[in-house]
């Protein structure tokens, strides 16, 4: 069946109730999402951002992980560039881009993962997701300066990530080999980061590392025959019929959907990766969608049988946030009212249960029936990115959408 484009689409789809999201998700970013994190999370002392944070704000720890020291960089910076050329935004950005430049590389290069509040090291990982975000941070920070130097230092960072991602930079592995396996988590992160500085200040690589990528998540994540997208597959793509083996993550699988379908957008609407992006959010909504409760569940196993991980049936906010985006995408490429229905329940759910309606912002654990698991909003691992990011996200592409139908 031929894919409609999103102009296409302009005549089979519900405009008022995109004109109503569009309204929505810019309010919730700007007048609740926002406000909660900035200004009071800047470090004007020290650097970079405070951000392990209670439900009402209140600082919990004063550590600093770097990744999301990263993210929230990108993040004023990217509002700087697309939303309003607010000088708070872009002061807010430089401090940020100082901290990880200062602060955040060892001597040599490699990023950490933890440091404390003046920027000493507390834990090096063993992968490259510091860089990437520092990648994509001082991407858009290079665009808000017009910096060239920013801009040179944005693509030597991504030349790193790439040289990791390709093996020729190695890490320190997390297993032997007895049993090797890989995972869809650095194809994934690579392909935004190349649609990220693509989008931004442009390079000749993104598009082969893109293609490529996409190409490997296909050829070995996408199990078509099963109905699903695998979290960690054997060096040829096979099944690895170990716990972790099994093991999925919708969230994650999701994620990687709506990255291929803002490709396929960007590609002129290109029918192949329209499909390729559905495929794995239906893949991933029939084993990730709790039909209880509602929401994505946290980890499922391929054949149905237990999870090691004890959270596994917990709700984390992330998975919401990628699925909302998905979803929206993907009706807005195609019009199908399936993903219509499907961005409904998941908005619903998502705002209902995660969302702090006095203080804003989201909590970001959840127990299955939706109970408040606990109530910090900002850890080593959450802060101010998944759900910015799918507010600013979803407002931008409904923006282009609106303005196309008029």
């Known amino acids: 069946m031929k894919q409609t484009s999103i102009k296409d689409t302009a005549n089979i789809i519900d405009t008022d109730y995109l004109k109503e999201l569009e309204v929505f998700y810019r309010d919730q970013l700007l007048k609740d999402t926002v406000p909660f994190w900035f200004p009071r999370s800047i470090d004007h002392e020290c650097g970079g951002y405070l951000f392990m944070r209670d439900h009402d704000g209140d600082l ?4 600093k992980a770097v990744w999301i020291q ?33 602060h955040c590389f060892d001597a040599n290069g490699k990023m950490y993962f933890h440091v404390d509040r003046i920027g000493n090291p507390i834990r090096m990982r063993r992968y490259f997701f510091s860089e990437t975000f520092a990648a994509i941070a001082f991407t858009a920070y290079a665009k808000a300066t017009g910096d060239a130097g920013i801009a040179a230092e944005a693509h030597e960072l991504f030349g790193i990530c ?13 297993y032997e080999q007895t049993r090797p396996m890989k995972g869809i988590g650095v194809p994934m992160i690579m392909i935004n ?29 996408v199990k078509d025959d099963i109905r699903c997208v695998m979290e960690q597959v054997g060096p040829e793509g096979e099944i690895v019929d170990h716990i972790d083996g099994r093991t999925l993550n919708p969230g994650h699988a999701i994620e990687g959907a709506w990255f291929i379908l803002h ?17 794995m959010l239906d893949y991933m909504w029939e084993r990730g969608w709790d039909k209880e409760y509602g929401g994505i569940l946290y980890f499922r196993d391929v054949y149905g049988k237990p999870v090691q991980e004890y959270w596994q049936d917990m709700k984390f906010w992330w998975p919401q946030n990628e699925t909302i985006i998905a ?14 229905s499907w961005h409904q329940q998941i908005n619903q759910y998502a705002y209902d249960h995660f969302h702090d309606k006095i203080n804003g912002e989201w909590y970001g654990y ?30 931008q592409i409904l923006q282009e959408f609106n303005t196309i139908k008029g």
Not at 60 to 63: A, G, W
Not at 263 to 279: S, T, V
């Open 60 to 63: 919990i720890d004063t550590d």
């Open 70 to 102: 990263g993210r929230a960089c990108w993040l004023l910076a990217t509002l700087y560039n697309t939303v309003e050329q607010k000088e708070e935004w872009l002061e807010g950005a430089r401090i940020g881009y100082e901290f990880l430049k200062k």
């Open 162 to 174: 790439l040289a990791y991602a390709q093996g020729e930079r190695l890490v320190e592995p997390k």
């Open 193 to 221: 980061t190349a649609q990220q500085i693509r989008e931004t200040i442009g390079d000749p690589r993104c598009d082969f590392v893109i293609s490529n990528f996409i190409a490997q998540i296909e050829r070995d994540f």
């Open 263 to 279: 490709e396929a957008k960007y590609r002129a609407n290109d029918p192949h990766l329209i499909d390729l992006g559905c495929r």
């Open 327 to 340: 979803t929206l995408l993907a009706y807005l490429m195609t019009g199908n009212e399936k993903y219509k």
């Open 366 to 395: 959840l127990h299955r029936d939706g109970k408040i698991a606990q109530t910090a909003k900002g850890n080593l691992f959450k802060g101010p990115f998944h759900l910015p990011r799918q507010e600013w996200y979803c407002m």
